[in-house]
């Protein structure tokens, strides 16, 4: 082999691997949201990772970070173009416009997986990252935007992270009234053509309220005197923004106002909001979602209130984390480390192995595979950080009995009888 055939392959830029040492932190936060969602009644969807790229460019919108230069577009050996989806949304609605599941009834979904996006690599911003959303159809009151709000905030409190998270929220109003905001801030903008940056000009026409998005120091200014669409509401948006207040305010859930968000993507109307933290420097929106009313009629289908969001895994998991908020048990390894003192005890720690799997199931028990002598097996169980080891050797074959030796205090070792050794490990492993 030639030596540049030998080089090692590595992962692409900005795609994680998860190793076993994470894991258990993910794991953690992903049973925690199934049962929530569980909890709520909201029932699981799974779409493809690949669609038509005309999905996405018809409703994130054509002037997007996401559609002008993030997507993972490729054509495949049809000559179709495909993309690797860059967010949930667009999928969902796809799937649920296909096989019926809008048509006069309401939907609450909840989807998780992988997303793709073309950004510079950074802590919380991968190409590769991790989502948990979901998407509610058919409901146009206020009630559903605090129904999925309030789901978030629970998770946030079971999780021991309310504390360290703000909601931000704003409504866009109609179609209409964010059309008719439109060109009184684009007149505003053009009185301050000096101050926009290259990629505000550009927005100027195409986009103009992400604008009030951007993250420029030196705009800052101007955009926070910029007109506010707050101000310019059609009263139906109004009404239903203040009765949206008025349930998060009776379900104790506090939040602020930021008239500047408007959401990087076309498809939103009325409510929108974000979570976010300060705790993970400038990644630090964890959940941003809102209200999507045009989007399912702009795929096609028929007029379709529509509220959601979606969470960012690493950053979830990462302020986890950072907080030390996933408990101890989460994290642990195993509880009984068994092995054969040699391998003329193999076959009787195998059998004595699926025993005791069959009479405790929560056990967590590490048979120890592969031979070696009894100080490097000894080795492995101290590894394994379980606290207990059970022992089986020439001594413990003869009479049908094992060694349980702790590893983890101070306390004599102990012979039992085969036969005792459920009962006894159910006393001293408590679960
Ligand atoms: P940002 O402003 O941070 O780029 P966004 O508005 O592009 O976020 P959304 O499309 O609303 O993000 O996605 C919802 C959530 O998914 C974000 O709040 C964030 O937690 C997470 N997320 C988005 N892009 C990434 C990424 N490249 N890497 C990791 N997490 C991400
Ligand atoms: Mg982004």
Not at 168 to 194: C, I, M, P, W
Not at 339 to 360: F, G, H, K, N
Not at 398 to 427: G, H, I, P, Y
Request: aromatic share 6%.
């Amino acid at each position: 082999m030639s030596k540049s055939a030998a080089k090692k392959i590595q992962a692409i830029r900005g795609m994680n691997d998860l190793l076993p040492s994470d894991s258990p932190r993910w794991q953690f936060f992903e049973a925690n949201v199934r049962q929530l969602m569980h909890r709520y009644g909201f029932e699981e969807i799974r779409t493809p990772i690949v669609e038509q790229t005309a999905l996405f460019a018809r409703s994130i919108g054509e002037v997007t970070d996401i559609v002008e230069k993030e997507m993972y577009t490729f054509d495949d050996r049809n000559g179709d173009s495909l993309t690797l989806r860059p967010e949930g949304t667009a999928s969902c609605v796809r799937a649920a416009m296909e096989h019926g599941l809008l048509h006069n009834q309401t939907q609450r979904l909840w989807y998780q997986g992988p997303m793709f996006r073309h950004e510079r690599p950074q802590k919380g911003r991968y190409r590769q990252f991790h989502q948990v959303g979901v998407e509610t159809y058919g409901f146009e009151g206020p009630d559903i935007d605090a129904e999925v709000i309030l789901l978030s905030a629970r998770l946030w409190r079971e999780l021991g992270l309310l504390d360290h998270v703000t909601l931000e929220l704003n409504s866009l109003g109609s179609l209409e009234a964010r059309t008719a905001y439109r060109d009184k801030l684009v007149a505003y903008f053009e009185q301050h053509h000096d101050v926009l940056d290259e990629d505000s000009k550009r927005r100027l026409t195409s986009n103009p309220l992400r604008i009030l998005d951007s993250k420029n120091p030196a705009m800052a200014d101007m955009l926070n005197a910029a007109p506010q669409l707050m101000d310019h509401l059609d009263d139906a948006s109004r009404e239903h923004f203040e009765q949206l207040k008025a349930m998060l305010d009776a379900a104790g859930i506090e939040y602020v106002i930021n008239p500047r968000l408007v959401r990087g993507l076309d498809y939103y109307c009325r409510t929108v909001f974000e979570w976010t933290t300060t705790a993970l420097g400038s990644q630090g929106t964890v959940c941003a979602g809102g209200r999507y009313d045009g989007l399912v009629e702009q795929l096609g289908g028929k007029p379709t209130p529509a509220v959601g969001f979606a969470m960012g895994i690493e950053r979830l998991v990462l302020l986890l984390e950072t907080l030390n908020l996933v408990p101890e048990a989460a994290l642990g390894g195993c509880d009984v480390y068994l092995l054969p003192m040699d391998d003329s005890a193999t076959v009787t720690a195998l059998t004595l192995a699926e025993q005791l799997r069959s009479e405790l199931p929560a056990l967590r028990l590490q048979l120890h595979c592969g031979g070696g002598s009894f100080k490097s097996r000894m080795k492995k169980a101290d590894k394994s950080a379980a606290p207990i080891a059970v022992l089986i050797g020439e001594d413990e074959l003869a009479e049908n009995s094992v060694t349980l030796k702790f590893l983890r205090e101070e306390r004599e070792q102990q012979r039992v009888a085969q036969a005792d050794l459920a009962a006894m490990l159910r006393e001293l492993v408590a679960h």
